[in-house]
Structures are given as C-alpha cells and as structure tokens.
C-alpha cells in the first residue's frame, strides 16, 4: 500500500487497511443481527491477521449465535483472501462481508453455516476532514495501537440464516456494524452497544480502554449515541469527561458527561461465550462477549447549573465485551 493510498484511507475507515501490511496486524469487523421478534441473536466476525511469520498469517470467520452461546469458526489461509481497493468489500473463502451485504458458506467443526443477508442503509459515525470516524484525531496518529471505526449505529437486516438443520428468518432485523485493525486490542477495555430500545430512533455504543501512548499509557473512551435524528458524541478527543467507571460481576456503571450532556449506562451482564482474539501477533481463545446482555440508559441536557432528563428507558439485547486487565481502567478514575 503507497503513503497515498494510506492517507486516503484514513478518511475511509470501511476499507480493508491490511493490504501491504507487516505483521502483527490484525483487521476484524463485527457485523450485529438481531430477527424482528428479538428472539435470534448472531454476530458474524470476519478477521485478518498477518504474523511476523508467514506461517502465522491466516484470517478467520467466527459466528456467534447469542441465544444459544454457540460459537461457529472456520479457519483460512491468507492466500484466501480478496479485498477491493477502493469499495469495502472483502471476500474471505468465498464469503462475503461488505457494507450492504454478508454472505456466508463455512463449513465449521460445529456445522455448516450458510447465511444470505442485506444491510442497510447504514449510519455511520460521522467522517469529517479534521475528525475522520470515531477515533477523531487520533486516526492521524501512525502509531497507534488499535484503530476502531462505527460503520453503522443501526440499520435493517433481511435475509436468513442457517446452522446446521436450523434456518433462522431475520428479515425485519436490525444489525450493528463495526471494525478494528491494528497490532492488537488493548490490554484493558470495556465495550457496550445496544439498538433495541423501545424507541426506534435511539441506539447507542460506549468504550474505555488502556490505550498506549509515547511509552506511557492513558485511558481513552468513546461514547456515542443516536437520538431523535442526531448524533451525541461524548469522547476523550471533545473534551468529554468520564465521570464513573464500576465493573462489578454482574454490572457495568459508565458514565461521561461534557458542558451539554450527561450519558449514563447500567448494563446487566448475560451469559457469554468464549471467541478468538489477537494478541502480539496471535490469536487466542480468551475474549468473552455476551450478546444478551441488558442497558439502563439516561440521558440528559445541561439546563443551567443542573442536568435536566431527556431519555431514560432499557435496551435488550444488549452486546458487552469486558476483558484485560479491568483494575488498570478503575484505577485511574
């Protein structure tokens, strides 16, 4: 990939990064389906990742069936892999993942996934020319160690999916899509997402981690949300604060707030399953994400000196990923 290509593509956070790469470095997306009725959870999660080795270099697709907690996975050979320059579009085997489309035929040690679904249209995290996505400024930062990009707050899913004998009927659907790309994940993170409230105009995705900087470390987060039409966007990068980070067994507490507004999250913990992660170069099995889990949300507008209420309702199913080394996130509230 030439400087200019790279430069391009920081204002085109859904193109696939990892052509002309060095390892380690790893590319993974997160495409979300919930069925109309709520009752069919999946997660499709196509990924890339180029070791220091050739022998490491591979890329896999996992589908995680969240009503169920069954993890399908099939892996390929880097040589499998198809990528268009200019269009996100990325073929791994012979499935598809795109912007508007997942099409899938995996033949997993747990059975035969076969999915054919139509996105859209999505809601991107806004693209600006001085804050390229939702990592802001940050995005310009060669160095960083994990870049991560909100391709689609929410938006339809038809089509269906098969696991083995069972077909599952998703068209109504909402889904959820995102990505992540660079050398690994954080040491320390928590994420959240939801956009089953029981007002369709609102969704919302929140994250803190450990993020490495210049030889030290600082804790970044990111808070995003849809409502009535408009994007809240509460991060490290506006001058947002994080004013409360609680991890419990069963609870996550996160709240930040800035001269306009106060988002709080409660998030009730759901059964989870174990996925494929990377780590130096690696992919482990250590990630743990529950798809059903359920969010308290509270949102509300500075009114003067106080914080007058706007929204407070419950979404389910709630997806929470909550990994690392937590107590580093706690201690530096």
């Given at each position: 990939m030439s400087m200019l290509e790279g430069l391009h593509r920081i204002w085109r956070p859904e193109l696939y990064h990892g052509r002309g790469r060095r390892g380690p470095f790893f590319e993974g997306w997160f495409y979300k389906a919930v069925s109309a009725d709520g009752q069919n959870i999946?997660?499709?999660?196509?990924?890339?990742?180029i070791g220091e080795r050739e022998s490491d270099s591979h890329a896999l697709v996992q589908v995680i069936d969240g009503t169920r907690r069954h993890v399908f996975s099939q892996r390929f050979a880097i040589n499998r892999i198809r990528s268009?320059?200019?269009?996100?579009?990325?073929e791994i085997g012979g499935n598809l993942?795109?912007?508007?489309a997942v099409q899938l035929d995996l033949d997993t040690g747990q059975g035969r996934i076969r999915a054919d679904l139509s996105l859209g249209p999505a809601v991107p995290w806004p693209v600006k020319w001085s804050s390229p996505g939702a990592m802001g400024w940050y995005a310009f930062a060669p160095f960083m160690q994990c870049y991560h990009a909100v391709l689609s707050m929410s938006h339809t899913v038809n089509g269906s999916l098969t696991a083995g004998r069972q077909a599952f009927d998703l068209d109504g659907g909402r889904g959820y899509l995102e990505k992540d790309w660079g050398r690994g994940f954080p040491s320390a993170y928590i994420w959240l997402q939801c956009n089953h409230f029981e007002r369709p105009d609102?969704?919302?995705m929140a994250s803190v981690a450990d993020i490495p900087w210049l030889g030290r470390s600082f804790r970044g987060f990111l808070f995003g949300m849809r409502f009535e039409g408009q994007?809240?966007?509460?991060?490290?990068y506006t001058g947002a604060?994080?004013?409360?980070?609680e991890v419990e067994n069963e609870r996550v507490r996160l709240t930040a707030q800035d001269t306009?507004?106060?988002l709080e999250l409660e998030t009730l913990r759901g059964p989870g399953v174990l996925l494929h992660g990377p780590v130096q170069g690696e992919t482990r099995n250590i990630y743990r994400e529950t798809l059903t889990s359920t969010v308290k949300l509270r949102l509300s507008k500075r009114r003067g000196l106080a914080f007058e209420m706007l929204y407070q309702g419950a979404g389910k199913p709630a997806g929470l990923d909550v990994n690392g080394r937590i107590g580093k996130l706690l201690a530096q509230a």
């Open positions: 999946f997660a499709v999660i196509p990924a890339v990742f268009a320059r200019r269009e996100p579009r990325l993942f795109s912007l508007d609102i969704s919302v994007w809240i966007r509460l991060t490290t604060v994080l004013s409360e980070v306009r507004f106060r």
